[in-house]
């Protein structure tokens, strides 16, 4: 089982930043780390969880259009924690952002670990 604990959001003004780590534990050494699929989801209210940025186990990137330029997400997998540095905040990134872990299990298939989210609040 592995778990992920997602920390750094909260209150900040149009135009700040804020950096959100998300730290895996439980069954899982840093090696293991290394071959999931690492995502950073949000959910604003009454709207559908989206994927706003991924770091693959082969080490690419994708972010979704809206935050493109603004975000950036790394991994550590030493510290088995991915990062979400997220610059010139807007309201509308307003939401609960949530890691994920993804990774292909021998005739099981995908199986996907979230944590418990983190919410962040753009506003004046």
């Known amino acids: 089982q592995v778990q992920l604990v997602e920390s750094g959001g909260g209150l900040v003004q149009p135009g700040g930043s804020l950096r959100l780590s998300c730290v895996a534990s439980?069954?899982?050494?840093?090696?293991?780390?290394?071959?999931?699929?690492m995502g950073w989801y949000r959910q604003a209210p009454g709207k559908q969880r989206e994927l706003v940025a991924e770091f693959t186990r082969t080490s690419s990137t994708n972010y979704v259009g809206s935050v493109k330029g603004r975000f950036f997400i790394s991994r550590d997998n030493a510290k088995r924690t991915v990062y979400l540095q997220m610059n010139s905040l807007k309201p509308e990134d307003t939401a609960d952002y949530y890691c994920?872990?993804?990774?292909?299990?021998?005739?099981?298939?995908?199986?996907?670990?979230w944590g418990q989210g983190t919410q962040v609040t753009v506003s004046s």
């Open positions: 439980g069954s899982i050494s840093g090696s293991i780390f290394s071959i999931y699929d």
């Open positions: 994920n872990a993804r990774v292909a299990v021998l005739n099981v298939g995908v199986v996907d670990y």
